[in-house]
């Protein structure tokens, strides 16, 4: 027993002993830090070189950089080498060269420079300049093509602000012809800057030049709106095809390998891939063995119907590098899978493709279809949103292509502006997004709901404040002769004047006075209740009747209460809009709505102020909305729309309503609102009312047709919805409810006041009816 | 592996202690000691095989020579044969050019294969070595890499290879030679697929922003790269490492200084040319404080001088707001990793300059750049910028340094994993994954476009039942007279009764499809089931009968408008309750609501997939067992997920006490009603605690139809059957 024991004692012992010896050096690797002689490690940059102690010149950077403006080659430009910043102090504007009558020019060009010609960049002083554009059509320097123009280079030269290119922007959509389809315009561009379809990487200048997409002729010139694309195209369930693709192929040549390999991933269930040999003239001299049978497949199915039922639908390579199917692709709310290696795909400077296509390898063609089953369903419904998204606020029109590029130059001239990656890349984009508003996202009405949720407990002081309580701009029109009297004791705006004060939210009141009558001295004005300040500004173009909107400096909360002097509203109304206003702070809030239609026999857009079940408009005359759009109404909005305003006197309340509605795609909010009519019975509703004057109506639908054809569509949309206190009209007792002078009769004896009693629900825009003499 | 040696450890102690015990008690105290030996010494075998075994096979992918530092003092030689000729660096290589994807396309993992070569120190004929010793922070990229999940030990599998010559800094090499020196690796290929890490490229006197070695097609890694030596999608512009930053980052962790000065130019020795337009700024703004090195000690990186004044380095960076970042001889300077990591938001004045990871980082929200032409204006530029910028700038600042910046090792990661994203671009990382501090979510890009589906989708009624056969019946009725409404899906959540057959269901003008339930939970209701077809989804109980079909119409079309937000009939609200310093439930007639119950609500289905699986805590679990509260939980969802507030639709309904429903409480008594309440009232401080706030938001209005109680003939109205009973 106990020899057994000794000798198991032993064997463990001895065993312990060579696991060890044997293994025993592995288990070093569990502490290698431990006990070791650790060779010391230099630093890959020694003091010396820290401190750039040595450092050395060969050029003083002055001289260095004054050399390399002098010198650099074409395909070595750079902003800070090519363009001339002193140009561009005085603001950025464009100028367009004079185009010449004899010269063709395809109809893609003009839309373009029409859009620039009507655009806010635009400029017809070459001085004050930053950017030209030419009037010579560069668009296609195929030299094989009808739109080719010659002698191009001479024509150039002897242009008077061409100065070797510089702050210039050349369009260009083909470059190069048949075999080898080069990108060379044919032309020295010198130190122009080259927008161009089509572009690789190792011919793109990057922060200089500008990757465009291809677009058809028949590509929208303006407008362009995301709803019917949306509305069709994005169903929640799956589509019947996964992937697919319908187009030419070359047989051989530049870039026909990949598509004449496509045929392997075809599997006529769900993935289609369908060619066809025909192009050209002589394509069946060409032939390849596959043809016929590529083409009987090829006619089997329809191009539309194929975007449109497919999930992943492929953009490959033509001869050149981008193709129009990357716009079809976009514009059938289909995902593009880019097979196109080395193409710098379209404004990739700023729009973040990753999120919304997918990037395949023309290398690993066969891998495609693997890649896109990869994907998971929540992938591909955000793939869906986010391209979709693009496609509506850079690619659906010529103008935002262009003012996308365009904007893309100003950023980089003012390379210290904010507007990064995520304003681009989200709704409502960088187009609409002024960089010199504030200098954070955060301060832009879209962006405020999250970020107030977000740092809701954090932040304090004046930003609180502005976003908290607003600003009551009240325009005061009136006519001389008129029999109101300003500052007596009673009168439509003192009264007005009483109620806004009255608000907790009030943070200042200011009267723009557009009155023809001299402002009535300090004296005269009421003192307000709680010391809010009421400043009078009287505008420089007292006939201009967009000044109501100049946003003032005077405007430091994030809320505007817009109201006409003669709005008869009361304190619970004004609170409660600017409590519905807070949760909605991109959109217009207000009282007095006005809805658009169709007029079919007219062939026009009709314009009503009738009572409704909806409305799309809602009118400044009693409307709350974000300062914001004050900037974008005098800086953003295009010469022709502010002259239809000046001209017409009139409409500036419908134009702010589109330019909201345009720049969020969302539908105004109305809010409830006591009614002011003396008989409720029907006829006010359906019949005319006296002050319901045909002209008025008549000039104000002429606005809404001019503004539809500017814009370029019909922004407006409409809604059902009208906003009421949680309690509104409740079989409740009147004192649980926090707003109750919205539903009581008693306060509304106040419009006796009214010296001109409304007959109807309102009455704000019709004055302005009255030709002003 | 390792973690189960802890488990396995406790395993044999018990059993081997209960066998202790047994031998103690019975033998004397000699035996007993002999027994303590024997079970030690199991112990210790068993101890040993078990970390034998996970060594073992960790053993073989990692090779000796790499992981042992020490080993780097006597490293085996390898001398350059003079007759190979490299090829020159070609400047036009793109990922399509010059990769070759097929060494990378066998693998299905996603993951790209990077090999290691062994470390040798290549000599010249004359045994000179031809680089300098290998460098700490060379060797820390080796060690990254090596530990990183793209490792590989197989050359045959791997599709990335990294030379372990040390070419950080061009003048610790000879170029020519390591030119030669890597032709003569094993795999060269003439470069393809070999990443070359460099920081510091060119040396005196014309600092090229390029490293001046003969790489020939491979990538290369670069601290100063300028945008024409760049190869877009090819290259990858790294960070100047600076060890100065990381001890900024710890001075900043430890005290928060006031920023005293708004501008600090910290470099030493920037050129003359833009010494003298700082240094005339600086004289007229008191807030610009411009140092440069000490004249007494100009090596020393840690201090800085203005004059006669002395200032630690990089300490004084903590008291600026901005730092300036201007070129020197080379275009990359350690001073943007340096100020980062002070939270000094670095102003980049360097033309040309490719900026740190370009290719996925936007610097526009971090740092401050502008032409060398513009340095004069800085101050007027500097001053403009609004304090919610600077904080905001500050933050990005500080995140990309922690995430990217901060050690070599996270430095060569990044840089893989950009190499990664181009080799898989279907699964690379987004903008936002590699730009957004905040995490975003799938709800931003359900919701990225401003608009809801379209009318003719319609929506889906989910009825949750149970039992009340009579009541769904009359609910179905109901509802399926709604024009919009494209299908009815049954839960029915009772495992202990079959559905009854289809003939005694009631004829309805709309598909209904029954779904069965495994378990009697209420989040089934929410479960994101596929016959689920439209976007919208209207969750009903069975037995809210009262809703009319002007009432739903016009619901739905409130939620088409506020597609992100819970839509929907009966409303509740939370108050503070200041005595019990707790929040309440309140189902009274308030003026305000913070949540719609989903007895009778339209949502998104998105919603659906997060109430399933991306619910925080244990508040699904919760609500399952608890038979309660699964509509708070939902409101208290979208809340944190969108930051608003549900929408109330018309007025007020007698609703028949849709929180009963849930707890299948049928006779209503009113002890009982009140017990409902108050855990109702826990609900809502138990979920607040677990999501560390009140996500709700609270309003005072309800959406109505337009012409809602205007004096008009019904004729003229759209919806008239609103608030009807």
Known sequence: MQAKQRYILLFLSCAFLALCYFGGYRLKGLFPDRGRHWPSLDCYMDSEELMEHRSFWSLPPKQRQEEAKANTVREQCRMETCFDFSKCVSGFKVYIHPVEEMVAMSSTYRKILNVITESRYHTTDASQACLFILGLDTLDRDSLSSDYVRGMQSKLNSLPHWNGGQNHIIFNFYSGTWPDYTEDLGMDIGRAILAKASISVQNYRPSFDISLPLVHKEHLERGGDILPVYAENIPAASKSYLLAFKGKRYVYGIGSETRNSLYHLHNSRDVIMVTTCKHGKSWKELKDERCEEDNAEYDRYDYEVLLHNSTFCLVPRGRRLGSFRFIEVLQAGCIPVL??????????????????????????????????????????????????????????????????????????????????????????????????????????????????????????????????????????????????????????????????????????????????????????????????????????????????????????????????????????????????????????????????????????????????????????????????????????????????????????????????????????????????????????????????????????????????????????????????????????????????????????????????????????????????? | MRGNCPKLFTVFTENSSSFANRTSITLNFRHFFLGFAYILLFICLALSIILWIPLHTHQTQVPSVLFDRASLDHLPELVVLNNSLPLPTQKNCTYYTCFDVYKCSHTHSGKIGVYVYPVVEFVDKDKVPITRKITLEFYNILKAITKSVYFTSDPNEACLFIPTIDLLNQNRIRPKDVGKALTSLPYWNDGRNHLIFNILPGSMPEYYPFLEVDIGYAMMTSGGFSSLTYRSGFDVSVPIYSPLAGEAAELRKQNF????????????????????????????????????????????????????????????????????????????????????????????????????????????????????DDLSKIMDLLQCVSSDRISEMRRKGNWIYTRYFSSMERIALTTLRIVN???????????????????????????????????????????LTYDRLESLFHVLERISKAPSLAKIVIVWNNQFRDPPPISSWPRLPKPLQIVRTKRNQLSNRFYPFPEIETEAILAMDDDIIMLTTDELEFGFEVWRQFPDRIVGFPSRTHVWDGPNNRWKYESEWTNNVSMVLTGAAFYHRVYNYYYSSAMPGDIKSWVDDHMNCEDIAMNFLVANLTGKAPIKVAPRKKFKCPECVNADLLSVDLSDMTAHMAERSECINRFAHIYGRLPLRSVEFRADPVLFKDNLPDAFKRFNEIGSL
């Open chain 1, 339 to 773: 097979l196109s290696n080395n193409w710098v795909i379209p404004f990739s400077e700023i729009i973040d493709w990753k999120t919304s296509a997918i990037w395949a390898d023309e290398r690993l063609l066969l891998q495609v279809p693997d890649i896109v089953r990869s994907i998971e369903a929540e992938r591909v419904m955000a793939l869906r949103q986010q391209s979709q998204l693009l496609w509506h606020m850079y690619f659906s029109s010529i103008d935002r292509i262009i003012f996308t590029t365009l904007e893309i130059v100003l950023q980089r001239i003012q390379q210290h502006l904010w507007r990064d990656g995520r304003v681009w890349n989200s709704f409502p984009g960088g187009l609409v997004t002024l960089p010199y508003y504030a200098d954070t996202p955060s301060r832009l009405p879209w962006n405020q709901q999250s970020s107030a949720s977000a740092a809701a407990l954090v932040t304090g002081g004046q930003k609180d404040k502005n976003a908290s309580q607003f600003t009551a701009v009240i325009y005061s029109q009136h006519q001389t002769g008129s029999p109101f009297v300003p500052a007596t004791s009673s009168g439509p705006l003192l009264h007005l004047l009483r109620v806004v004060s009255r608000s907790q939210h009030v943070a200042r009141i200011v009267v723009v006075w557009a009155s023809d009558a001299p402002k009535p001295p300090p004296s005269r004005w009421p003192s307000l209740t709680r010391g809010i300040p009421l400043h009078i500004v009287v505008p420089q173009q007292k006939q201009n009747i967009g000044e109501r909107f100049r946003p003032l400096d005077l405007i430091e909360t994030d809320a505007v209460f817009s109201l006409d002097e003669d709005a008869t509203l009361t304190t619970d109304e004004i609170d409660f809009a600017f409590h519905v206003w807070r949760h909605f702070p991109e959109r217009i809030v207000g009282f007095p709505a006005r809805t658009h239609y169709w007029d079919d026999t007219k062939g026009q857009w009709g314009y009503t102020s009738k009572w409704t079940n909806e409305y799309s408009m809602v009118l400044t005359g009693a409307a709350i909305y974000h300062r914001y759009y004050h900037m974008l109404y005098t800086d953003w909005l295009g010469p022709l729309l502010h002259k239809t305003v000046d001209q017409s006197r009139n409409c500036e309340d419908i134009l702010i309503n589109f330019l909201v509605s345009h720049v969020t795609r969302q539908p105004p909010i109305k809010v409830s609102q006591r009614k002011q009519y003396k008989n409720s019975n029907l006829s006010t509703v359906t019949s005319r009312s006296p002050w319901n004057d045909p002209d008025h109506f008549l000039q104000r639908q002429t606005c809404l047709n001019t503004f539809v054809a500017l814009f370029g569509y019909m922004p407006l949309i409409r809604s059902a919805v009208r906003f009421d206190p949680v309690l509104f009209k409740d079989p409740v007792s009147n004192l649980r409810k926090k707003y109750r002078q919205m539903e009581s009769r008693k306060y509304a004896t106040q419009k006796k006041i009214l010296p001109s009693d409304p007959v109807s629900c309102w009455v704000g825009e019709e004055r302005k009816g009255v030709p002003i003499r």
């Open chain 2, 421 to 463: 994203d181009r080799v898989f671009p279907h699964i690379g990382r987004s903008y936002s994954d590699w730009n957004d501090p905040d995490e975003r979510h799938l709800a931003c890009n359900t919701f990225a476009l401003p608009i809801g589906p379209p009318r003719s989708q319609g929506f889906t009624a989910v009825v």
């Open chain 2, 257 to 372: 200084q006031d920023r005293k000065w708004l501008v600090i130019s910290s470099q030493p020795n920037i050129h003359e040319d833009f010494r003298e337009v700082i240094s005339e700024m600086a004289a007229e703004h008191p807030k610009f404080l411009v140092l440069n090195s000490c004249a007494s000690s100009p090596l020393d990186p840690r201090l800085r001088c203005r004059d006669e004044e002395i200032y630690n380095f990089p300490d004084i960076l903590l008291n600026a707001t901005f730092c300036l970042v201007v070129r020197g001889a080379r275009l990359g300077q350690p001073a943007l990793s340096e100020s980062l990591a002070a939270g000094c938001i670095p102003v980049v004045v360097s033309d040309s300059y490719v900026l740190p990871y370009a290719e996925v980082i936007d610097w526009k929200s971090a740092v401050l750049q502008l032409y060398e």
